[in-house]
């Protein structure tokens, strides 16, 4: 279910570095980087200021479930600051209307995607929020224009990897899914 952090712990044990180690450091350093976007989000989105844009992070910071999976050696935290980057750049995007940030925002969505499958979830909430905005926007062909730009940075390496998984597999869903459910409808 989480291809993107088996690639990289394929690559770790390749090099001879202790998986271990590895994937609670990079557990600690994704955990730290979303306490920057948190931080980030408060002070340039929301517009508040600089010691009010810290409170939201302080409490992230000790709440103990996001402490505890820091330092699990899963793919939480990760998954959890590419959800939450990518919805960062997306109100990036609409407050400064730079197409970059769209396309960032939908890259992080598809390394979530590819970090666990609930990705996809995320990225239609995305995509039903930027048409809702669209919808109430002016200039709404620039606006599609780049939103269908942007989509192939999600749609284009996702669809791969399904095809990839699925001729690999045989299975439209994570093998996992199958195991838990029995994956029939009597199940």
């Given at each position: 279910?989480?291809?993107?952090?088996?690639?990289?712990?394929?690559?770790?044990?390749?090099?001879?570095?202790?998986?271990?180690?590895?994937?609670?450091?990079?557990?600690?350093?994704?955990?730290?980087?979303?306490?920057?976007?948190?931080?980030?989000?408060?002070?340039?989105?929301?517009?508040?200021?600089?010691?009010?844009?810290?409170?939201?992070?302080?409490?992230?910071?000790?709440?103990?479930?996001?402490?505890?999976?820091a330092?699990?050696?899963?793919?939480?935290?990760l998954?959890?600051?590419?959800?939450?980057?990518?919805f960062?750049?997306?109100?990036?995007?609409?407050?400064?209307?730079?197409?970059?940030?769209?396309?960032?925002?939908?890259?992080?969505?598809?390394?979530?995607?590819?970090?666990?499958?609930?990705?996809?979830?995320i990225?239609?909430?995305?995509?039903?929020?930027?048409?809702?905005?669209?919808?109430?926007?002016?200039?709404?062909?620039?606006?599609?224009?780049?939103?269908?730009?942007?989509?192939?940075?999600y749609?284009?390496?996702i669809?791969?990897?399904?095809i990839?998984?699925?001729?690999?597999?045989?299975?439209?869903?994570?093998?996992?899914?199958?195991a838990?459910?029995?994956g029939?409808?009597?199940?």
């Open positions: 279910t989480n291809f993107l952090w088996i690639l990289i712990s394929a690559g770790i044990l390749y090099t001879g570095f202790s998986l271990l180690i590895f994937s609670q450091i990079t557990g600690i350093f994704a955990s730290i980087i979303l306490l920057i976007y948190v931080y980030l989000f408060c002070k340039k989105i929301l517009g508040f200021d600089k010691y009010a844009s810290i409170l939201p992070s302080l409490f992230l910071a000790f709440s103990g479930p996001f402490a505890t999976w330092t699990s050696g899963m793919e939480t935290n998954f959890t600051l590419l959800v939450f980057g990518s960062y750049y997306l109100a990036s995007y609409w407050k400064f209307q730079k197409n970059k940030l769209l396309v960032f925002s939908l890259l992080l969505n598809m390394l979530a995607t590819l970090t666990r499958p609930e990705g996809f979830g990225f239609v909430i995305l995509i039903v929020f930027h048409l809702y905005k669209l919808y109430k926007a002016k200039n709404t062909k620039a606006l599609r224009t780049s939103l269908m730009f942007a989509s192939l940075f749609i284009v390496p669809l791969i990897y399904f990839w998984r699925f001729t690999y597999f045989g299975y439209l869903l994570p093998l996992t899914f199958y838990k459910t029995g029939t409808f009597y199940q």
